[in-house]
């Protein structure tokens, strides 16, 4: 029997670019999102955990509009 599939599925990919011991940083890229139009935005919520205090901390937002065949990227400089 096959399997079901939706008929867009989203795609994530997670990179470690910085592993020390005072810091892991990544670095994400998502794909085949769906949108509507070109009034769409799109939100990135970054959480840092600390470990000193063993606690989630929300701390910066980045977004922007989506355009039809535009990639959007974020830099670090968009969350502060």
Known sequence: MPTSRRLFEAQY????IVDTPE?????YETSNLVYLDKYD??????????AS??????SHVA???VSL????EFKEA???
């Open 53 to 58: 205090t063993q606690t989630n901390t929300f």
């Open 69 to 72: 065949g535009t990639r959007v």
């Open 13 to 16: 990919k997670k990179e470690l």
């Open 63 to 65: 977004e922007r509009s």
């Open 78 to 80: 968009d969350f502060e």
């Open 41 to 50: 935005m799109i939100r990135v919520y970054v959480l840092e955990f600390h």
């Open 23 to 27: 810091r892991q940083c990544f670095r």
